[in-house]
């Protein structure tokens, strides 16, 4: 039998994407606990999330939630930085720290047979980190360092100040890193105490997967953690804004950067939160206006007009009110164009220019079609949870994310752009020559704007 190859073969449907069940147990102490079997290689991942990222930072401390976090695996009790990195060595272990807006996450990911000899290390360095004064000397300088290099880079300013015009004085408009003021004044003693507040079972949530029983991977966790003390002391708890009181007033906003090539965009405004009924529709619609390469705004800048190598929308999620942004990175005397050209994508996405069936086509398979390479690994599985308990998203979000976002029509887009991108209230932020392009920028309407320094 010979095989006909002058046709090929028929496309069957999708397979329905499954994910693994998630038990949910509560330690003694008051850790929540969510445990999911992934017996595909042996390897285990723990994720410990901690309530209160940069938006636990005092005002006047910007920073601190992301220095306490780094300072966690700088030693605990006997060991040192170096003798912990060597215990995460000797068993082959990936440790991991992100801090975000809302939360602090540390993971580890080692062979099933070291998981207890790894859980047991990050219980340690969670529960009873050294926060040696040398330590935090060094850890300091370094991110005051960092913060050096990024008033260099375009994006890095953009996003601080964009961030900062959003939400003003509210934690949320500030980067996890801080600034370098406020991190000069940190103290020691300031980490230790963010650590006494902050790190309590009863506001945070563990996340372990792996080769084992549900009973295995409780069994891990309460071995390493059930000794973890609840502390009583209440925790203050920034109230997250809604857009109505962290809206912008400023229309435009510029950072100059003399002799600037280019001018780093950044326009948009508040608009949703993570857990929105509309997620599905706001994704599409996302898509088909930046969020992938043929999107209309990256089609019309780059490939039509020739403004930039790149440009693409997305929303900052967070728990609270999440930015809409718009950016990208054009030559300066293209500026006002380019501008004007995002304001009309941003209009016509609203209604003026529908959806075609291509672009809805085209939004949903880059949305679904690689969606479960996404879950393959412990880790990837571990942290997927982890958003679960973040957003507070049922453990069922997974499975039906690809059905959902099919379901999505050309109608249901306009409905969440007419309700969630209001171009007549979006900022619209430059970074660049300010000489250069201030003329071209009056005739857009925004007003005056408002400058800003590169420290903002």
């Known amino acids: 039998m010979r095989a006909d190859r002058s046709r090929l073969p028929d496309v069957g449907s999708d397979p329905a994407f499954r994910f693994p069940f998630v038990a949910r147990h509560t330690l003694h102490n008051g850790l929540q606990v969510r445990t999911v079997e992934h017996h595909t290689v042996p390897v285990v991942t723990m994720v410990v999330q901690v309530d209160g990222g940069a938006v636990a930072d ?22 040192n930085a170096i003798e912990v ?92 890193i801080g600034n370098a003021l406020a ?32 009973d295995g991977l409780l069994r891990l966790a309460d071995g390493a953690f059930s000794g973890w003390p609840e502390v009583s002391t209440p925790v203050d708890v920034c109230a997250v804004p809604d857009a109505d009181q962290a809206a912008s007033p400023t229309r435009l906003a510029v950072v100059p950067r003399e002799a600037a090539p280019q001018s780093e965009l950044r326009i948009g405004h508040l608009s949703a939160r993570r857990n929105t009924p509309d997620y599905p529709a706001l994704l599409v619609m996302n898509a088909v206006l930046g969020g992938q390469f043929v999107s209309r705004l990256n089609l019309k800048l780059r490939e039509e007009k020739g403004y930039t190598y ?25 500026t006002a164009d380019a501008i004007s050209d995002c304001l009309a994508e941003l209009h016509g996405i609203r209604g003026s220019r529908p959806p075609s069936d291509r672009e809805m086509f085209l939004a949903k398979a880059s949305l679904t079609r690689g969606y479960p390479r996404g879950f393959e690994t412990a880790q990837q599985v571990a942290r997927s949870v982890a958003q679960l308990a973040l957003y507070g998203l049922p453990d ?26 209001d171009p007549a209230r979006a900022l619209t932020l430059v970074v660049g020559d300010y000489q250069e392009v201030a003329e071209s920028l009056r005739p857009l309407g925004l007003g005056e704007p408002q400058l800003l320094p590169a420290d903002v």
């Open 58 to 79: 005092p005002r006047g401390r910007e920073g601190l939630a992301g220095i306490t976090a780094d300072m966690v695996d700088e030693g605990t009790g006997s060991l």
């Open 310 to 334: 790149g440009a693409r929308t997305e929303f900052d999620w967070r728990r609270g009110i999440a930015p809409f942004s718009l950016q990208a990175s054009v030559h300066t005397a293209s």
């Open 396 to 421: 069922t979000y997974f499975e039906e994310f690809v059905p959902r976002v099919n379901t999505v029509e050309a109608a249901d887009v306009i409905r969440a752009a007419e309700r969630y991108i």
């Open 183 to 214: 991190l000069g004044a940190l103290k020691r003693e300031d980490v230790a105490a963010f650590h006494a507040a902050r790190f309590r079972p009863s506001r945070a949530t563990m996340i372990v997967a792996g080769p084992l029983s549900h």
């Open 85 to 176: 990195s060597e215990g995460f060595a000797r068993i082959g272990a990936e440790y991991n720290v992100d801090v975000g807006a809302d939360a602090m996450c540390f993971s580890l990911t080692t062979l099933s047979r070291f998981a207890a000899r790894g859980a047991s290390l990050l219980a340690d360095l969670l529960i009873r980190p050294s926060l040696r004064e040398s330590d935090f000397d060094r850890v300091r300088q370094l991110r005051l360092d960092r913060l050096r290099q990024l008033k260099d880079l375009p994006p890095a300013v953009a996003e601080r100040a964009f961030l900062r015009l959003m939400y003003g004085e509210h934690p949320y408009g500030h980067l996890p």
